[in-house]
């Protein structure tokens, strides 16, 4: 599945890896669970645990790619990199009707 089909669906678990500080200056998505990129490797058990597709995404794509691809080399196998939040965020009010 490609990440705008997971979109689509409506059935996925958003993860924020920025800094607390960083949703209080730029904004956030409604919905996102804050795990910044630092505790994501403390909190993989949560991660791991979640039944559903994870998209995950930062201020530009890097810090979730790098969550990424340590989550799949921990087992996470169905890992999305959803990349900047503000392009994630125009995607998500995009494709809202279409679920």
């Known amino acids: 599945m490609s990440l705008i089909e997971v979109i ?9 890896v920025r800094e607390p ?8 998505i409604e919905g996102a669970k804050n795990i910044p990129l630092g505790e994501v490797e403390d909190r993989q ?29 921990q087992g996470l196998k169905d890992g999305y990199n959803g990349g900047g939040w503000a392009e994630l965020k125009a995607v998500l009010e995009a494709n809202r009707g279409t679920f």
Do not use: H, W
């Open 8 to 16: 689509q669906s409506g059935n996925y678990e958003l993860i924020d």
């Open 45 to 73: 058990d949560e991660i791991l645990s979640i039944e559903k597709p994870v998209i995950l995404f930062c201020r530009s794509g890097n810090r979730s790619g790098k969550a990424l691809e340590y989550l799949n080399t």
């Open 21 to 28: 500080m960083e949703l209080e200056m730029d904004g956030n």
